[in-house]
């Protein structure tokens, strides 16, 4: 069976789906994140943004604690993962993640890449997770590619794959870590059309990213980070045509 939550752990559905308190990050004397409080409402697409170096990413990686806090909490849906008692693995499995690099298994088809972790996380049988796989394969434009393997897709189309994969586990929310920065121009947009129609959907987001376009048309939410801070956060429409804070403005003067 599936891993359940520990009793005294239950969902708190009037929570935010994300919440980060007061989280800090060293590795050895490098301040990553110093004291990062935000959160991202159920439904909400929250976009981060900012230069390179700026902590996002280990912000992201935080979140589902692929990266360990060196102190603060992370809430998923008002359950504390930075909790020693909390049962880690099931909330992770309410969390879908998509990284700048595709991570798909090379040996393995478009369809056995969906259908692996289905299988031994969520203790589906073959055939339902073939027949879930080749849903979200729909969902993303690739349904003609279920045969393929990863070295026979563009960048673009791996990319895909990889968020249909995340779709197939049923998460909560989904975490995106610059998921374009790796594709050539051309194929940015079939990636950012799958996210924005995963927007209009309703999907919590949390989406790390250099798109301004996108982040100013399907952004609920914008935060610039800066030397492990957030220095600003607001409407993405406000914040990117009239910044406020000197840092967000430099940033900005570079990237639009």
Same mark, same amino acid.
């Given at each position: ?18 919440? /980060? ?12 994140? &110093? ?25 992201? =990686? ?23 008692? &909390? ?11 998509? $990284?700048?690099? $595709?991570?798909? $298994? ?13 299988? =031994? ?5 073959? =055939? ?17 590619? /279920? +045969?393929?393997?990863?070295a026979h897709l563009s960048g673009g189309q791996q990319q895909r794959v990889a968020i249909a994969r995340a ?12 998921? &374009? ?8 947009? +079939?990636?950012?059309? /799958?996210?924005? &129609? ?15 376009? $996108? ?13 492990? /801070? ?27």
């Open positions: 069976m599936p891993q359940q939550l520990h009793p005294t752990q239950e969902i708190d559905h009037g929570a935010p789906a994300i919440e /980060v308190r007061d989280l800090h990050k060293s590795f050895g004397d490098n301040h990553v994140l &110093t004291g990062i409080d935000f959160h991202v409402d159920k439904g909400q697409v929250v976009c981060v943004i900012g230069p390179s170096g700026s902590g996002k990413s280990t912000l992201l =990686r935080c979140v589902n604690r692929l990266e360990e806090p060196t102190s603060g909490q992370v809430l998923i849906e008002g359950i504390d993962i930075t909790d020693p008692e &909390t049962e880690l693995d099931a909330v992770r499995s309410r969390i879908g993640m998509v $990284f700048q690099q $595709f991570n798909l $298994f090379s040996h393995m088809t478009v369809l056995r890449n969906l259908t692996i972790a289905q299988q =031994r996380a969520k203790k589906r049988s073959r =055939r339902e997770a073939e027949e879930i796989a080749r849903a979200n394969l729909d969902r993303v434009g690739l349904s003609d590619k /279920v +045969d393929a393997y990863p779709l197939s586990m049923d998460p909560d929310m989904m975490l995106f870590d610059e998921p &374009t920065s790796a594709l050539d121009p051309e194929l940015v947009g +079939d990636v950012l059309d /799958v996210m924005k &129609t995963l927007a209009a959907e309703g999907m919590t987001m949390m989406v790390v990213t250099h798109e301004m376009g $996108f982040a100013r048309e399907v952004g609920d939410e914008l935060v610039f980070m800066a030397d492990g /801070v957030i220095c600003e956060e607001g409407d993405p429409r406000e914040v990117l045509a009239h910044p406020r804070e000197t840092r967000t403005q430099e940033f900005l003067s570079k990237v639009l």
